[in-house]
């Protein structure tokens, strides 16, 4: 049980549609992330928001869209995706308070763009 | 800039085998290191953590990792692994506020 739930697990899309991930986390936590894992590639930072601000953006093309309304919840909204965008997207959040930061991840988007 | 290099892309063992997964680190200062497990069909889980101190840290399910800093490197280790531990496995350094990946060790176990 992870305390970081997203939504929906699957999805497929085409290049012109406009969908949203949705990411909540449980854990009282501060900082929350979106990173893109796709197969035989490290898993890579989109966005990090801290205190619902966003203070990172990993050089990400403007056809994903952050949204983080409060500390809890994190939303990626997506439109005219391309098919090497298909990809697993993890949300994760974190604690920032002391040296621990340590990231708990959800279980994940797994995203077809056709 | 951080980067993480894994080794092994791909470990093969049989049951109650011993393991060790390679993981090195390039940037030098203060560091946070992890290692993440991803089960088949299930999301990352932290396994262990070093921030400071003891530089042999235990984690869950048996494992333990060693922080060596001359070498930059933080292996995990298990002395006798178990068909359940068929997962791939993620080394992470810090950089700053984000987490930097490996691009993971996939291990499978057969009984």
């Given at each position: ?6 939504t ?9 549609n ?41 050089s ?55 | ?63 333990e ?5 001359s ?25 700053g ?15």
């Open positions: 049980e992870t305390g970081v739930t997203q929906p697990r699957h999805l497929v899309m085409g290049m012109t406009k969908k949203s991930l949705k990411c909540e986390q449980h854990l009282g936590h501060n900082a929350m992330y979106w990173y893109k894992q796709s197969a035989k590639k490290p898993l890579e930072l989109m966005f990090v928001y801290n205190f619902k601000e966003q203070t990172e953006n990993n990400v093309p403007s056809r994903f869209s952050p949204e983080c309304p409060n500390s809890s919840h994190l939303f990626l909204h997506l439109h005219t995706l391309q098919p090497e965008d298909s990809a697993l997207y993890l949300c994760a959040s974190s604690l920032r308070q002391g040296r621990d930061e340590t990231q708990y991840f959800g279980p994940g988007t797994r995203l077809l763009v056709l | 800039a951080q980067s993480v290099s894994q080794h092994n892309h791909h470990v093969i063992l049989s049951e109650a085998a011993s393991l060790e997964l390679g993981c090195n680190y390039s940037y030098g200062g203060t560091v946070n290191l992890f290692w993440y497990v991803q089960y088949p069909g299930q999301h990352l889980q932290l396994l262990l953590k070093y921030f400071s101190g003891d530089p042999l840290v235990k984690g869950i399910k048996g494992f990792a060693e922080f060596i800093k070498k930059f490197s933080f292996n995990l280790r298990k002395p006798s692994v178990q068909w359940s531990d068929t997962a791939e496995y993620f080394c992470a350094a810090s950089e506020d984000k987490l930097i990946f490996g691009t993971g060790t996939r291990l499978q176990v057969f009984p």
